[in-house]
């Protein structure tokens, strides 16, 4: 059976400072994982997904994860938090055995200036 | 007009009425969802439909009734909702769905759905 944590719910950061929004998954077999975004009144847009390629995983707007299967987590980070980040962020696992993707509850990013 | 468009953005109807929600998506995708947001609760799945039949029903009460009259197209007909249906209802689609596939899904704007 699949499951996902995200660990934090609310993450707070200075607009320039680095971000990492964690994520811990449970697995039964190789998973896929993905990490959405969503802004205000927004739909959720694919930030970057993992599939058993790289374990560092680049997506858009310079946000990158990295797959440990020791640890089973799937973090976000970013060099360098900017205003706009401030969103929802949901990490997202799909199991081989599984028809469905189950989503976390979510991070808040909070940007400061 | 591209990705996955959702209309109306906003709705607001009586627990007596009848309403729907109209999803179209241009990416040639064979798969389509509805999912229910609501505040403070993880995204819940309601309907899944690959290539226009209904592979997924996750315990959704019979006053959401979806439609999928070809991959193009989904609707979700409302009735005698009730004020916990308040929510935003989202619509997603992917290239695939089924067992051993990792296809991204693309989500529309989704309409803000006020029951009164």
């Known amino acids: 059976a699949q499951s996902v944590t995200q660990l934090d719910s609310h993450v707070s950061v200075s607009e320039g400072t680095p971000v990492l929004l964690r994520c811990n998954y449970s697995s039964s077999y190789s998973p896929s994982l993905f990490w959405y975004v969503q802004h205000p009144n927004k739909g959720l847009q694919l930030l970057l997904k993992?599939?058993?390629?790289?374990?560092l995983v680049k997506g858009i707007n310079g946000f990158e994860a990295e797959f440990k299967k020791s640890e089973t987590s799937f973090h976000l980070t970013k060099p360098s938090a900017h205003m706009s980040d401030a969103a929802e962020y949901f990490c997202?696992?799909?199991?081989?055995?599984?028809?469905?993707?189950?989503f976390g509850r979510g991070t808040s990013l909070i940007v400061h200036p | 007009e591209t990705g996955v468009t959702q209309t109306p953005r906003h709705l607001v109807m009586g627990m007596t009425n009848k309403k729907s929600l109209k999803c179209e998506q241009h990416l040639g995708h064979n798969a389509m969802y509805w999912y229910k947001q609501s505040a403070k609760k993880p995204l819940e799945l309601m309907f899944v439909?690959?290539?226009?039949?209904?592979?997924e029903n996750n315990s959704v009460p019979s006053r959401f009734s979806p439609e999928c009259p070809n991959s193009s197209h989904l609707f979700l007909h409302l009735h005698t909702l009730q004020p916990e249906d308040s929510a935003l209802y989202l619509c997603?689609?992917?290239?695939?769905?089924?067992?051993?596939?990792?296809?991204?899904?693309?989500f529309g704007p989704g309409t803000r759905l006020t029951v009164t």
């Open positions: 439909y690959s290539l226009e039949e209904r592979v």
């Open positions: 993992y599939t058993s390629a790289a374990t």
């Open positions: 997603a689609s992917s290239q695939e769905w089924g067992l051993d596939i990792n296809y991204e899904q693309y």
């Open positions: 997202v696992v799909k199991e081989g055995g599984s028809y469905i993707p189950t």
